[in-house]
Structures are given as structure tokens and as C-alpha cells.
């Protein structure tokens, strides 16, 4: 087998230096009764590099890609261009093979990817601090609300009625395990400052997204405010991070944590993961984050190097005290971005945005065109709602017969809340004119 | 941890050979290599985009005031960048990794290949599923290879890593007893003193009360302590129980352990951390196990990257099953589908843990992986892991202090006894970087003083682990006979030794640009 080294002498030879008979000596301690004899069944032996490749191939043509076909779906996760070298780079042994960096002298390559990469999330965010990653957006949401209530020690959160729905369920969930009330506001394209009038001396925190899920970019200063006012905190979310390129970052309307997903910088869709939560917040609550933190010292020359700080808040040390379960982060996925991100620079990232808001305005003037579609989303980066005038499901279906795959139907993701007509499109610097001008036509044909 | 160099000798080679200065700062191959935010210019760029127009804009003003200011690097640059960094880490790819409990294997390059076939890294997790069957066949395949290698009936594919997929078992045990009308009443999980630090923390979460057993003089729960904390029984929730346990030893009473558990009226949650061990020896499902999280980037080799991504799919018993969480595969007349809400099919499931179906990068690399073993495969891979940890135990024991009599699982573990007075576990550690090894996982688990924890897995040669012994045993006697010189160790690693101590105190999380005027009064 051809990845086992050793050889039939070596296992002799082994056995003979331990002092045992054979392998089934070091399982002596396993109930007589559950040890398993021969090989399990009703699953195939081993096969080469080429019958493993072939099997695999079969699965992956089942699938229609994102690029074979005019592509329009978003709702927190969208298809970018990844730079040929970001791959490269998360293909380095050094990076790929090696664990959390928990030997800061061996591995500074890892600590000073972290840093740059909190640095990075730090200034695009425009908030004070960053942790080196998360599992994705939906999970660090989650762990922001538990962690707004820890800090003011309030036991109430809010959500917009904007916040993606399995970000909202994600937070629900942890929330509810802890005994934290949580209040979901009714779904609207723009109701994000909706927030503002549902803060109250109980609540910890109230949670809004911008831009939304269905598109609609929303500067919540005011939210910010309201929250503020009564001890309580914002949590900023996006799902689309080239969106802080163009659009107000969460520092900028006064947010005290921001968290979202970072997988449009460097992270291909992959079916929705792996993914890299981002997750930033003020200079005063760095010490109630969860999730792994780089930070920068000196080694016993005097010499500036890195290492994982702030430990005392993470389980390996605090336990059943620890302001979070999380071990493992994303990496990997962190190393993509950041790789993306030093490509891109501040300005590049800004060119991006702006390319995907004007391919988005082109796609909307498009639709708008077509007869009796209406755009929803008033505000909007890169993705915008719009209502047709028959069942989304089936306009969804006639358009993929059509070779279009024109977005979400909003009622797969809210499907109790009347939304059946609603087609939530989203554009990036992938769609082409010719993508936007297909699209166009097919609607014109199924509505 | 300050390492003071002061009065010790620094380097056991002739004084300013090996702490000689260079110009460049760099050191032979190793190349010294700034922040991008010093050799970055915010005008550069890796990227060439298209100009946009400036003629379209419905942000309805709600757009950035200030630039972020970043600085970008042409693409020789920031290639550059990363592989000068990356001369910095050590990786399984240059040497054996015997972090115990990381289970730090071999990651194939096929299973790299087949991740970024198009038709898996370029689909969308909401496209329709007509249009994503092949993605939803492999989830179920690799489902099946799961259900079928632990003996459970059911698994949540879910879970990010492998401490979610506790919390998915966690929160699955909280919903069967909110099932129950128990959820208010049973309260306690028992969780052994020698668990990951994820266990306690994951009952914290979910809102359980974490009640502590202890370890007996064998390294296994003690059965005495743990009938104890079962007198009383009508607030046990369940116990979360590693096996084989951080200790490297299979829990011998785990059957009972089980039984009394279940007639407490409780949960047995199994941490699968070190399933890499017992795969194709034994089942959970044959153990009385109720939710068992596996870590495909321990047991089926996907790359740990540096911390991540991993992914913790939980197998479910009978028990637990009609609780699991949305999104899971169905297979019928329809062809492959998602159950995405939380009615109909899974009316009982606790909920939603994340955004979209999983991690399906590692679901793709870990189904290669099994699919290149196959059953054969797999039971030998437990067995080479088993042996190459005995053999290490074997090697090591005539003069490492091993924590417990007998064989090992897929670790050994050593005690910090034999070391002379002053010297600690970490000199061990740190003078192992000297050797060019990553260190063994020290100081874990707790119930063991200065324990040291070496997994080497099963794809390591008999030459390589014969080389890390030899170099071991060299370290452990010099620790045994008091050489202080390890108290300095690394010499020759990229860094000395690391002041953790000023990290923590003063965290410097990002980069910040110098003060012009104190660079000016220089």
C-alpha cells in the first residue's frame, strides 16, 4: 500500500524489539466481544492512484460548475477569480503539512501569515483588532452573540430581519444551548435599521448585516447608536468581503465587533466550504474573543518574531472556563486570503469592488428591462433581490433548461415567509456582458 | 516563558560562527523577510483588473470614507514572500511530526488533485441540486464509509472540526432530553480529568455543568470515582469520553462505562480524536457509543494547514439519530437531496450548526483517502499506527520514564521523572527542535506531570522513527544527567526561544505604522 512504509521484516523486526507475538497484542485491552476479526464488510479494498482518480472524476462531472454556464447564485458564498499563485502558495508543504503553530521557532512562516492576515482583516474592516480566523461567517456570528453577552452580562440578542438565514439559525442554535433569548426580527430587503427600535436595558447586542441577503447595503450608525445608548453592542455581519472595498465597513458605522466570511478573497466555492470566518472588534474587548490570536514579541536574541497569545482564553488551557469550544480555525483558508489580499493591496481591492458593483448595476438595468420584473433591493455592492410575476422555483428550472443558472430563490432560504417570488442574483468580476445578456433573454422567455 | 540567556551558554558551537551577523540579515538558505506592510506599497498590485468605468453606482451612498490603506506586492513579490516564509516552518513533509493526539499523517497529493477537480471546488453549496448530484453522491459515499467503519446507523456531516462535531453530539444529547422533559433536570456531564480541553468547554456551550472523574493508577477512568458521581443519577445528562483515551490506552471498561451510563439514564458521548488507532479492530457502534465526532484531518489525512480547516462529521446511534442537525442527504426516487429545514423528515433535528452542507473540500481528500485504503487498508493503517507507537515506547523506555505498564495504542506517553532536578519537559522539547523535530505534545494530558505524548503514525518508516529515537534518547539522557545546556535550546532553529510572557501581557495583534516623528528624533 503506497502510503505504508513499512515492510513485512520491518513489522517482524518491530514486533521482535517490543517483545510481542503479533499486533493483536496491543489490542488485549479491547472487550473480547466488540473485537472485530478480518476486514470490515461491505466496503471495497484498496485501489491504485488511477481507479481512485476515476471514481472521483465520475462524481465531479455530475456536477455543472460555475464557470461552464452563466452563473448568478450568491447568498454568502460567490464565485471570484483565485490568482494561479494563491493556489500555489496553499500548496507549499510548509504551509499545507504542518499544525497550529504551537513551536513558535519552527513556525514563523505560519505566525507571520497570522499576523499579516489579522493586520489585514483589522484595516478592511476598520476595526481595531482581528482574530486569526474562524470556521466561516455563520459560526463566527454565532460566537459574536455569545460573546456580546458575556461582555455587558446580558442574556438577549436581536437579529435583522437581513441577516442570512443560516447565520441567524447558526446563532439561534448556541444561544439557545445557553440559555440566551433570542429575538429574530420579520425578513425585509431593508430592514436592517429596523434594530434600532429593539434595544432595550436587556439586550446585549443587536446584529445586522450589510449588505444583507438580499442584497441591500445599509450604513447602521444609527443602529450603532441606539445600541450604544442602552450599554448594548453591534455586531456588523457581511457574507461578502470584497464588499469592504466600496461599501461602509463595520468600523466605520461604529460597530464593536464585526464578523463574516472571508471566502470571496482567495477561497474557491467548494459547496460551501471549507470557508474562513473573519472576526474582528474593538481594542476594549480583546480579551472576550474567541478563536486563536498571533501576537508579535521577541525571541531570547532580541530578534522580532510571533506567537499564539492570549491563550488564557481558549480551552487547552481554561477548560470548562474558556470563552469559546474552538480549537482548530481555518488556516489554510486564512493563508489563501491573506496571500489574495497581498496580491490585491488596499487599492486592487477597491478595483474589485468597484468592478463587481458596476457588473452588478449592469446585470440590474438588464433585468430591470425585462417585463415584470421588479428590483427589490434598494441599495446594493454586488447582489440584489427582485420579484417576478410568476413562481421563482419554476423560473429558476425554466432558466436552468435554459443553461442559466440565475440565482436563489429566496423561499429556499425563508420558506415560510411568502417570499415565493423572489430571485436573489448576484454578479462578480466573473460575469461576463455576454453571461448578463443570456440571462436577460432567458427571462424574457420564461416570464 | 522569558528565556533569560544571560550566564548560560548560548551555543554549543565555537563563539560567533553560529550567531555571526550578515548584511542581509539572512542566514545561508534562510532568507530574512519583512512584513508586507514594510516591503508592500498601497500603489502596487499582484492583480491586473479591468479599469471600471465610474458611470454606475446604487450604493445609494453607504460607501467606504476611508481607504483601507493596505499595501499590495506584484506577484514575484508576493511569491517571494511566501516561500521565504514558509523556509520558516517545520512540516510532516520534511519530517516525522509525533505531536501526541494530532494524529499528524501523511496528507496524499491525490487527494490535493481530486479536491480541485472543477466539478467539486467550482459548484455553489445553494445551486439547484439537479445541477450538484455527483457533490451530494460523494457526501453520501463518504457517509456510508463512516456509518459502516464505526458500526453507527447515523452521521452528521455538518460539524467544521472536530470540537464542532462535539458540540453537534452535545447539542443532539440536550435535544433528546428536551425530548425527554429532562433537559432542565439533567444538567452533569462527566468528563474524565485527562480530556482534550474541548470536552469541558463543549458542555459549557451547551449549557451543561461539567462534573470531573479521575484517572486510576492504570491511566483509564476510575471505575470507583465513577459509580460515585452516580448515586445520584436523575441529573446526569451523559459522560464524553476520549477512546482511546489521551493517554494512548484503550478504556478496558469501556463497556461498562456504557451500561452505566445508559441505566443512569444518560448519554455516552465518544471524543474520536484517536480513532485512527482502533479503525477496522473495532466499532463504537459495538461499544455502547451515542455520538463520536471523527476528525478527517487526523484519521483520513487532510491536511492540517497550519491550524485548519478540519471537519467533524458525528456519527449518531439510534438514540440520537431522529435529533441530527439540517442540511443532511437523502437518497430516493428523486435522485440525491437535501433536507435543508427543519420540518417534515427531520422535525426532531435540533437545528441548523452552520451556513451551507459542510466541509466538502475535506470530504472529497478524506473519501479519497479510504477509497486508495479500502477496508484492507484502513485496518492496517490502525495497526502500523499501534505498532510504530509500541515500538517507539520500546525504544524509549530504558530511559524515559513511561507513564503507565504496558502496550500503548497509537501514542506513547512518558512522564517528566527521569529528568534531572531544573530540567523540564519543554528543554526536552525545545532541544528537539535542534534535532530538526517538532516536538512531541508536552504538558498533555494534565494527569500526567510533564507528560510527553508521541504519536508518530503509521506512515513513518522504521528507518525515521529509528532516527528520531536515536536523537530522543540522546536528549533524554542529557536530560537525565542535568545538562543545563538545554535550558537555552533551539540554537538552531530559525528563533530562539520566544518571549510569550511580554505577548501576553502587551499584545501587539496587527502591524502599525511608525510614528514619523519618533522615526524623525532618531
Keep these: 500500500m503506497r502510503y505504508l512504509p513499512l515492510t513485512p521484516e520491518d513489522r517482524a523486526a518491530m514486533l521482535n524489539t517490543i517483545g510481542a507475538a503479533s499486533v493483536d497484542d496491543f489490542y488485549e485491552d479491547v472487550p473480547e466481544s466488540a473485537r472485530l476479526t478480518g476486514t470490515i464488510h461491505d466496503l471495497p479494498d484498496h485501489q ?39 493556489d500555489m502558495i496553499i500548496q507549499r508543504s510548509e504551509f499545507l503539512t504542518t499544525y497550529t503553530p504551537y513551536q513558535p521557532e519552527i513556525a514563523q512562516g505560519t505566525l507571520q501569515t497570522l499576523f499579516e492576515f489579522q493586520t489585514q482583516v483589522a484595516a478592511m474592516t476598520a476595526m481595531d483588532v482581528a ?21 455587558t452580562r446580558r442574556k438577549k440578542v436581536v437579529l435583522s430581519g437581513g441577516l442570512h438565514p443560516h447565520y441567524a439559525a447558526a446563532t439561534r442554535l448556541l444561544c439557545e444551548a445557553q440559555g440566551i433569548e433570542v429575538v429574530q426580527l420579520e425578513p425585509a430587503v431593508d430592514g436592517e435599521l429596523e434594530l434600532a427600535k429593539h434595544v432595550d436595558d436587556g439586550t446585549a447586542c443587536v446584529i445586522g448585516q450589510s449588505p444583507n441577503v438580499f442584497g441591500t447595503v445599509t450604513d447602521l450608525s444609527p443602529v450603532a ?14 457574507t461578502e468581503a470584497v464588499s469592504l472595498g466600496l461599501v461602509t465597513p463595520p468600523g466605520e458605522m461604529g460597530a464593536d465587533i464585526a464578523v463574516g466570511e472571508g471566502q470571496s478573497i482567495g477561497n474557491p466555492l467548494t459547496f460551501g466550504g471549507p470557508y474562513v470566518g473573519l472576526f474582528a472588534c474593538t481594542q476594549k474587548l480583546v480579551r472576550q474573543m474567541p478563536g486563536r490570536l498571533c501576537g508579535e514579541t521577541v525571541d531570547a536574541d532580541g530578534k522580532r518574531g510571533f506567537v499564539l497569545t492570549l491563550s488564557t482564553r481558549e480551552q487547552h488551557i481554561r477548560r470548562d472556563k474558556a470563552t469559546s469550544n474552538i480549537c482548530t480555525n481555518s488556516g489554510l483558508c486564512a493563508l489563501a486570503f491573506t496571500a489574495h489580499m497581498t496580491l490585491l493591496g488596499g487599492k486592487g481591492l477597491e478595483q474589485l469592488a468597484t468592478l463587481n458593483h458596476e457588473i452588478a448595476c449592469d446585470l440590474a438595468d438588464a433585468l430591470e428591462a425585462v417585463p415584470g420584473v421588479e428590483i427589490l433591493t434598494p441599495r446594493f455592492f454586488n447582489e440584489f433581490a427582485f420579484r417576478t410575476p410568476v413562481d421563482a422555483e419554476a423560473v429558476l428550472a425554466m432558466l436552468e433548461e435554459r443553461g442559466v443558472l440565475g440565482g436563489i430563490r429566496a423561499s429556499r432560504l425563508l420558506p415560510d415567509d411568502g417570499f415565493g417570488d423572489i430571485i436573489i442574483a448576484a454578479a462578480t468580476e466573473c460575469t461576463t456582458q455576454d453571461d448578463i445578456a443570456a440571462y436577460a433573454a432567458a427571462l424574457k422567455e420564461v416570464i | 516563558m522569558g528565556m533569560q540567556s544571560i550566564g548560560r551558554p548560548t551555543s554549543p558551537f565555537p563563539a560567533g560562527v553560529s550567531d555571526a551577523e550578515t548584511v542581509s540579515g539572512s542566514k545561508g538558505l534562510l532568507q530574512n523577510e519583512g512584513l508586507i506592510f514594510e516591503i508592500g506599497c498601497p500603489n502596487k498590485t499582484g492583480v491586473d483588473l479591468p479599469a471600471p468605468e465610474g458611470k454606475k453606482n446604487r450604493l445609494g451612498g453607504v460607501a467606504r470614507k476611508q481607504g483601507s490603506g493596505l499595501p499590495g506586492l506584484s506577484e514575484p513579490e508576493a511569491v517571494r514572500h511566501y516561500m521565504r516564509l514558509s523556509q520558516k516552518n517545520y512540516a510532516i513533509d520534511l519530517g516525522l511530526f509525533p505531536l501526541g493526539s494530532c494524529t499528524m499523517k501523511h496528507n496524499p497529493r491525490l487527494n490535493e488533485k481530486t479536491a480541485r477537480m472543477p466539478g467539486f471546488a467550482d459548484i455553489h453549496p445553494l445551486q439547484p441540486q439537479r445541477t450538484v448530484q455527483g457533490a451530494l453522491e460523494l457526501i453520501d459515499e463518504l457517509a456510508t464509509w463512516l456509518k459502516t467503519l464505526t458500526g453507527m446507523p447515523a452521521v452528521a456531516m455538518s460539524p467544521k472540526a472536530g470540537a464542532h462535531g462535539e458540540l453537534c453530539g452535545m447539542l443532539a444529547i440536550r435535544q433528546a432530553l428536551i425530548a425527554r422533559g429532562e433537559a432542565e433536570t439533567r444538567k452533569r456531564v462527566l468528563v474524565p480529568a485527562s480530556a482534550h480541553g474541548t470536552n469541558p468547554a463543549t458542555a459549557i456551550q451547551c449549557g451543561f455543568i461539567v462534573d470531573e472523574i479521575k484517572a486510576d493508577a492504570r491511566g483509564r477512568v476510575d471505575m470507583d470515582d465513577l459509580k460515585s458521581k452516580l448515586e445520584t443519577t436523575d441529573d446526569v445528562a451523559g459522560i464524553m469520553l476520549t477512546n482511546p483515551n489521551t493517554c494512548g490506552l484503550f478504556e478496558t471498561d469501556i463497556k461498562e462505562i456504557a451500561e452505566l451510563i445508559h441505566a443512569a439514564g444518560g448519554y455516552f458521548y465518544c471524543d474520536g480524536a484517536n480513532f485512527n488507532a482502533i479503525q477496522g479492530r473495532v466499532r463504537p457502534g459495538d461499544l455502547g457509543v451515542d455520538a463520536m465526532h471523527i476528525n478527517l484531518h487526523k484519521t483520513f489525512s487532510t491536511p492540517h494547514g497550519g491550524g485548519g480547516p478540519g471537519s467533524g462529521p458525528t456519527v449518531l446511534s439510534d438514540a440520537l439519530a431522529p435529533f441530527a442537525p439540517v442540511p443532511f442527504v437523502v437518497n430516493d426516487d428523486d435522485g440525491f437531496r437535501l433536507i435543508e429545514e427543519t420540518d417534515g423528515a427531520a422535525s426532531q433535528a435540533f437545528g441548523r450548526m452552520v451556513a451551507f452542507h459542510g466541509q466538502m473540500g475535506m470530504f472529497v481528500r478524506a473519501l479519497t483517502y479510504m477509497l486508495s485504503h479500502g477496508a484492507d487498508g484502513l485496518k492496517q493503517v490502525a495497526e502500523d499506527a499501534v505498532l510504530n507507537a509500541n515500538y517507539i515506547q520500546a525504544r524509549l523506555k530504558h530511559v524515559m520514564t513511561p507513564a503507565f505498564d504496558g502496550y500503548c495504542m497509537h501514542e506513547a506517553l512518558f512522564s517528566d521523572a527521569f529528568t534531572a532536578e531544573g530540567i523540564e519537559t519543554i528543554d526536552i522539547a525545545k532541544a528537539m527542535l535542534d534535532e530538526g523535530y517538532h516536538p512531541m505534545t508536552m504538558y498533555f494530558p494534565l494527569v500526567v506531570h510533564g507528560a510527553m505524548l508521541i504519536e508518530p503514525t503509521e506512515t513513518e518508516s522504521k528507518q525515521e522513527l529509528d532516527r528520531f529515537c536515536d536523537s530522543l534518547l540522546s536528549i533524554a539522557e542529557r536530560a537525565a544527567a542535568g545538562d543545563e545546556t538545554l535550558k537555552g535550546a533551539p540554537y538552531l532553529a530559525p528563533m530562539k526561544r520566544l518571549d510569550e510572557t511580554q505577548a501576553a501581557r502587551k499584545p501587539v495583534l496587527k502591524w502599525t505604522a511608525p510614528d514619523p516623528d519618533a522615526l524623525a528624533a532618531e
Design chain 1, 131 to 151: 482574530n486569526a480566523s474562524m470556521y466561516d461567517g455563520s459560526t463566527a456570528c454565532a460566537e459574536a452573540a455569545v460573546m456580546a453577552c458575556r461582555v
Design chain 1, 48 to 86: 491504485g492512484e488511477l481507479a481512485v482518480e476515476r471514481h472521483l472524476a465520475r462524481l465531479a462531472a455530475k456536477n455543472t460548475t460555475a464557470s461552464e454556464v452563466p452563473f448568478f447564485v450568491g447568498a454568502g458564498a460567490y464565485k471570484h477569480h483565485v490568482p494561479a499563485s494563491v
Design chain 1, 225 to 238: 447608536d441606539a445600541a450604544h445608548e442602552k450599554k448594548a453592542l453591534l455586531v456588523s455581519v457581511f
